[in-house]
């Protein structure tokens, strides 16, 4: 029997409490990484892996020592602090560790309710409550949505099983499973569980109803917000129990936030103004206002009291209670009136008004102040307040090495001053965008960030520049940019590319790469186990199919042997055949679930040296020698981009033998050139899609091309009626009314054309909903009513651009109606002609005139383009002669940003290989095999991938090459990537092959959907992405290649091919096999003859040139036609 010394525990838990004392203490002194040490030491998991089996066993050797609270509270100091110094994941590692979640609990929610309840039963409700928003929070951090919300979900013991479309049933359930998991928390833990689920309503599929839930627990209705007496007598009880005001007033603040969206401001506005202590009266009297105001805002700390009043005067602004809201601005600042024309009479007291907040905090209000301002039509007073503001901000004309911890909030000032100040000072503008892209060299948000602020500030950064990218233009001309002019134009240019890089880099940190099992690893073998025959393939141009060997004892016919090549022959792809692709499949390739979540000790390639490389680049900036270096002697860089107002601006840029750069040519569009590009983006995917869907299920489309085109012609219907101004009036659509008013417009002119916009957005709606609802499937998968919306001007927008939008809704319109007369026809014929289409539309917004008398046929061509512009095929792009633009030059490729460029030069030099090894992987599911029983005729497009490995196969037997496999044995899984990479220390090219997923840019492969994670592909020097959609348009965002190649970029990736829109399985097969047979033959070469680099380039080039004639038509005798070829492009290095 072992004898326990008396005392010991208690001894134990006494001396962990005083270590988390002395660790708080530290850890307010800001020394992080001190306090990590002294945890992780006490700990025992010091230096260890986060996710490995060693760590678990440790972490839990020491918890086990204590009790369950003491334990938890361990574990959340040990995570918080961690996240202090950037160390999110191995933090949430340590919660999750401590629970004993795994990440495949999230996707069980009765699992992960039994394990939630086990850890309950030994702790009291506060420090369990305590532990989840610990827990909560770091999954927000790390952009795992879905899991937090799981857990929620799992802790409140929400009811799985109700509808989702059951709102009612599901706010019920959520008041009723609230009340009980409140019950016996403290007030300030039952404060700060509201305050959380009132964030969640959205994830919990509850929505604004869900705001009834939570004033229903407080005992509200919704006559107590008429009534202060009403409310202090429900509210005050709890309020009375609450440890520190701050408590409640972050419990006001997310209450008035969820009311006004679930009910309108009038009611949020009550609860603040009971909360604050003033009454509807005091609005009238600006002392007694001020009074009641300062008296509150001295009793909290100065930047919570700064947000309560923005929150506040946000919501006066936003009922029009102007009035109101600039007596607030007063009793808060102390202004008044004659205050705001001169900095000397204002600054001195929003000096002292701003002196006890932090800087952050001082931004943010000064740039309320400034909007506020704006809106009660004292606009140029706000422009002066955020002049002079940013005149005495130290941080932004000297920045510190250390950055500024208020950079979120300054750089939306700076937008204010680019967009309402720059005018009319154009020398002050050029300095300032001069000092702001050196200010944000420094300015890094490394630490913590929720994702909706990371995306804000994105959007922020965004915002920047396309001002300073407008402040640049007036160097453009479609004409020679003169000496004097080329500096500024480069400097504009260099300015934009470097914002473009810190956008990448927050797109970077953003990203949350996650963890791939490894499978049986890809073999030197044929991997197909069947292969049928197809009808009338014998005999054809004398080449047969014919059996060989068996794999793994199955019977049938093994790999093709006849056909000496690397293409599938034309027999085997006939249109007929092919076309047999485009029927609906039994199920969506989004039932591809997302891959399956693996162990804790799996490890993924660490993208910890990749960020740390691109911080580096960030903060050195980007200068004419280092982009002259990136382009390279023989390359000519064009960059496109889109000024604040839409304008599609562009330069092309030669390294000149000084080291600098010199405009080969440039030139500006016109307001709104973004805007049109989006149109004729959505009209050649509608365009792709109805002509796939037509042949492949006429009674389906017949139903989509009766909603689509009823949906555009109540748009167009209703946007005349609200142009003549009448119920039952039309318009011809080319007539803009504003033409015949007076130049200075009325205010009731104004208010007439707000009231018809909204007239317009009544009709709308309901459009956009049928679009989205599930009347027609098609329309409904692809969301088209979502995509749609945003190209909609609102209600206040309307009028400006009514012509525009007519005949943009009139060409949607003819697109859809083109499709309803006569027969079908050949669906790929249809593409093609469709690309075209979109090929001319483009050239006619975006000409490119300028450049063609610069272009030689040495160039090699790289692309930085914006937003849209990522879909165009800009190879295919059309000269004025009718020339494709590849055929002009040696090749042509898209960087995502100049930072991606450097950090894939820096990886090319240290990794770029000589291997003698390729790897083909493919993966179809049993829908799409021969013998499927939807597969009538053995052609579904898993058919075809025997074509992909016999022609690598071929490919390699050819170069003196060895080609790994992978499609049935080993299965085509994205865990055989994982292994044969580290497996092997390199590859020539990798290839992959699947169906591409919906809703996002990834590939469906044999273990679930892949998006790029869990590989590390320094050692390749080319992958091939295949990835077929069959014919359905379900990569429609603007932005999911360039997503896609940032997740490969964090994975090493040098070089990607892969399509910007849906493309069929034997035709993309037959592009990237001919691309690779171009790539190890260049390679091949005498090195005299591949001089020069660029060899992947010149290989999608030369791929270009196999298939096509004259640009855009196919090659007699090849099955890829233009629609296929222009949607593969190069991004990343040549």
């Known amino acids: 029997m072992r004898w326990r010394v008396p005392g010991s525990s208690i001894a134990r838990e006494v001396r962990l409490r005083v270590l988390l004392l002395r660790a708080g203490r530290l850890a307010l002194k800001g020394n992080g990484k001190e306090v990590a040490a002294l945890l992780e030491g006490e700990a025992g998991v010091a230096g260890m892996d986060y996710d490995s089996a060693e760590f678990d066993h440790a972490l839990h050797r020491y918890l086990n020592r204590y009790r369950g609270e003491t334990a938890l509270e361990f574990a959340a100091a040990l995570s918080a602090v961690l996240g202090m110094v950037d160390r999110n994941t191995d933090g949430l590692r340590v919660l999750e560790s401590a629970l004993g979640v795994s990440g495949r609990d ?18 009291r409700p506060d420090i369990q409550a305590g532990f989840l928003f610990t827990l909560i929070g770091n999954l927000g951090v790390l952009s795992r949505v879905t899991e937090s919300t799981a857990l929620l979900s799992a802790y409140l013991e929400l009811d799985a099983d109700l509808p ?21 928390l403290s007030p300030d833990v039952r404060a700060s569980f509201v305050n959380l689920v009132a964030m969640s309503l959205d994830r919990l599929a509850v929505g604004d109803a869900g705001v009834d839930a939570l004033t229903g627990y407080l005992g509200l209705s919704a006559d107590d917000f008429a009534s202060a007496q009403a409310l202090e007598g429900k509210l005050r009880p709890l309020f009375a129990g609450f440890t520190s005001p701050v408590v409640g007033d972050m419990l006001v603040i997310s209450l008035a936030a969820a009311i006004s969206e679930a009910h309108g401001n009038a009611q949020a506005l009550a609860l603040l103004e009971w909360h604050i202590g003033v009454t509807p009266a005091d609005y009238g009297d600006i002392d007694r206002l001020a009074r009641a105001w300062h008296a509150f805002r001295a009793s909290r700390p100065a930047d919570l009291s700064a947000t309560v009043w923005r929150v506040w005067n946000g919501l006066l602004t936003e009922s029009g209670r102007e009035g109101d ?22 600054g001195p007291k929003l000096e002292l008004r701003l002196a006890a907040a932090r800087q952050g905090t001082q931004a943010a209000y000064v740039l309320s102040l400034a909007a506020d301002l704006t809106t009660l039509n004292r606009g140029e007073s706000g ?58 060299r420094t300015s890094l948000i490394l630490d913590e960030l929720l994702v909706a602020d990371r995306r804000e500030f994105i959007d922020y950064i965004d915002g920047l520049r396309r001002q300073i990218l407008q402040i640049g233009d007036r160097w453009s001309s479609a004409s020679t940019v003169t000496p004097d002019d080329e500096p500024r134009l480069v400097q504009a240019h260099l300015w934009d ?12 940190l953003l990203t949350s790469a996650r963890p791939l099992t490894r499978t049986e690893a890809p073999k030197d073998g044929w991997p197909l186990k069947r292969v049928r025959r197809p009808s009338g393939m014998d005999g054809v141009d004398g080449h047969g199919v014919h059996g060989v060997h068996g794999v793994d004892g199955v019977d049938g016919v093994d790999e093709v042997d006849e056909v000496d090549g690397h293409l599938p022959p034309p027999a085997a792809c006939r249109d007929e055949d092919m076309l047999q692709l485009l029927r609906p499949r039994r199920t969506r390739r989004s039932a591809a679930g997302p891959l399956s979540p693996v162990e804790a000790r799996e490890r993924l390639p660490p993208p910890e040296d990749w960020l740390r490389d691109a911080e580096v680049l960030v ?4 200068t004419e020698a280092l982009v002259a270096e990136t382009v390279g002697s023989g390359g000519l860089l064009v960059r496109a981009g889109f000024r604040a107002d839409g304008a599609l601006v562009w330069a092309a840029l030669r390294a000149h033998r000084d080291g600098g750069l010199r405009v080969a040519a440039s030139g500006a569009g016109a307001q709104g050139d973004s805007w049109r590009l989006h149109w004729a983006s959505l009209r050649h995917d509608i365009g792709l899609l109805t002509a796939s869907v037509r042949q492949g299920d006429p009674d389906v489309a017949d139903m989509f091309l009766h909603v689509m085109t009823g949906a555009v012609t109540t748009m167009l219907a209703a946007l005349d009626r609200a142009t003549d101004g009448t119920t039952d009036g039309t318009t011809d659509g080319t007539t803009d009314r504003t033409t015949d008013r007076p130049e200075s417009d009325t205010a009731a002119d104004t208010a007439a054309d707000t009231a018809a916009g909204a007239a317009w957005w009544r009709e709308a709606e309901p459009a956009l909903a049928l679009l989205d609802s599930r009347k027609s499937s098609v329309s409904h998968e692809e969301r088209l009513g979502s995509r749609l919306r945003p190209l909609l001007p609102g209600p206040d927008a309307w009028h400006a651009v009514r012509p525009l939008l007519h005949a943009e809704l009139t060409r949607l319109h003819g697109t859809l109606t083109d499709h309803t007369r006569g027969e079908p026809r050949n669906a790929f014929d249809d593409a093609d002609d469709h690309t075209r289409a979109y090929l001319a539309d483009v050239a006619r917004i975006w000409p490119l005139t300028a450049l063609t008398d610069r272009l030689t046929p040495e160039d090699d061509l790289v692309f930085q383009l914006e937003d849209v512009l990522q879909s165009f095929p800009i190879a295919h792009y059309p000269l004025p002669d009718g020339t494709p633009l590849y055929a002009r030059v040696r090749s042509t490729r898209v960087s995502l940003s100049a930072l991606m460029a450097i950090m894939q030069t820096g990886v090319e030099r240290r990794f770029a290989t000589d291997s003698t090894r390729i790897l083909a992987l493919s993966h179809f599911d049993d829908e799409d095999s021969e013998d499927s029983e939807d597969s009538e005729d053995g052609f579904g497009a898993g058919s075809y991938a025997k074509w992909l490995h016999h022609g690598q196969r071929h490919l390699a037997a050819r170069n003196g090459m060895t080609c790994l496999n992978a499609a049935e044995t080993p299965r085509g899984a994205a865990g055989a990537l994982r292994a044969a990479l580290e497996d092997h220390p390199a590859f020539q090219t990798v290839t992959v092959c699947g169906h591409g997923t919906a809703g996002r840019a990834g590939i469906a492969l044999a273990d679930g959907e892949w998006s790029g994670d869990g590989c590390d ?3 390749v020097n080319l992958l091939l992405l295949a990835s077929c959609s069959v014919g359905r348009l379900e990569q429609t965002g603007d932005q999911d290649v360039e997503g896609l190649c940032v997740r490969l970029a964090l994975h090493r990736a040098r070089a990607v091919l892969a399509p910007r829109w849906p493309v069929i399985a034997p035709q993309a097969i037959a592009f990237v096999n001919e691309v690779v047979a171009r790539y190890l033959d260049l390679r091949g070469r005498e090195s005299a003859e591949a001089s020069g680099g660029n060899l992947r380039a010149r290989a999608v080039n030369a791929a270009r040139h196999r298939f096509l004639q004259g640009g855009d038509t196919r090659v007699e005798g090849q099955i890829v036609r233009l629609h296929t070829v222009a949607a593969f492009e190069l991004y990343g290095l040549g």
């Open 619 to 622: 903060r050195a900036g980007v």
């Open 383 to 440: 422009n002066r307040i955020v002049d002079w503001y940013l005149r005495g901000y130290a941080d932004l004309w000297e920045p510190r090495a250390s950055g500024d911890p208020g950079v979120m909030h300054l750089v939306p000032l700076l937008l204010h001053w680019l967009r309402h100040v720059a005018p009319e000072r154009p020398d002050d503008a050029w300095t300032l965008c001069d000092q702001a892209v050196r200010y944000l």
């Open 164 to 184: 989702p479309a059951d709102t009612a049933a599901l706010v019920a359930d959520l008041e009723v499973k609230l009340r009980r998991r409140l019950d016996g």
């Open 106 to 123: 999230y996707a069980d929610n009765a699992h992960l309710m039994d394990k939630l309840r086990t850890h309950r039963s030994a702790v």
């Open 325 to 346: 809201a600039f007596t607030l601005v007063r009793a808060d600042s102390g202004l008044r009136e004659a205050d705001l024309a001169s900095p000397d009479a204002f």
């Open 497 to 508: 590319a470097e914002l473009g890089q810190r956008k990448l880099f927050e797109e970077f």
């Open 1017 to 1019: 592909w320094r050692s």
